[in-house]
């Protein structure tokens, strides 16, 4: 396979949020607070862990701020206003020796997928997008939210750390009228 550069794909929207660290602190906190909450749900079990894991959002305002900078980048994206558009978001941990295998977000209704990093320690796992039997890795960074086609093939290489990786993963779509 030919390696691409992520650049170079406009499939793919880099962004960077400026300031995170207070930010991402917060939702870490609460995040940690949730985890076992009774209403927080897991799916997705492979290789011993769950890949997604759904906090409930009515007891996390926390992230709201988050939710709302990612969903301002997607309506400029997208050509929408504000009124149209909802989000479904879960929580994704990479142990060390965790991978994430290659995988689409294409279930039919979604118009944008997306991740966001919360927590990048050194060596946990680059995102590799596919294109045409081109690849193009990236190294995440915290603070950064990568935008993307729902259908665009996606992995995370294994995390090589001694420590957790932590990031939101994203699918942005059109408020269905029971979403209110």
Do not use: C
Not at 148 to 174: C, D, Q
């Amino acid at each position: 396979m030919n390696t691409a550069s992520l650049h170079e794909k406009q499939d793919v929207h880099h962004f960077h949020l400026d300031g995170h660290e207070e930010l991402n602190s917060r939702i870490r906190r609460a995040y940690t607070r949730l985890r076992e909450h009774p209403d927080t749900l897991k799916s997705h079990l492979f290789h011993g862990r769950y890949e997604n894991i759904y906090p409930p959002r009515a007891e996390f305002p926390e992230i709201e701020p988050l939710l709302e900078w990612i969903l301002g980048n997607s309506r400029d994206l997208l050509g929408l206003n504000g009124d149209e558009t909802g989000i479904a978001f879960w929580f994704n941990e990479m142990q060390p020796g965790d991978k994430t295998t290659l995988h689409t977000h294409n279930d039919g209704d979604e118009l944008l997928s997306g991740v966001y990093y919360l927590e990048v320690p050194e060596a946990s796992g680059d995102i590799i997008f596919h294109f045409s039997g081109e690849t193009a890795p990236f190294t995440p960074a915290a603070g950064d939210l990568f935008l993307f086609s729902p259908a665009l093939p996606h992995e995370v290489a294994e995390n090589r750390s001694h420590a957790m990786r932590l990031s939101v993963a994203f699918n942005i779509g059109i408020r269905r009228a029971d979403d209110a």
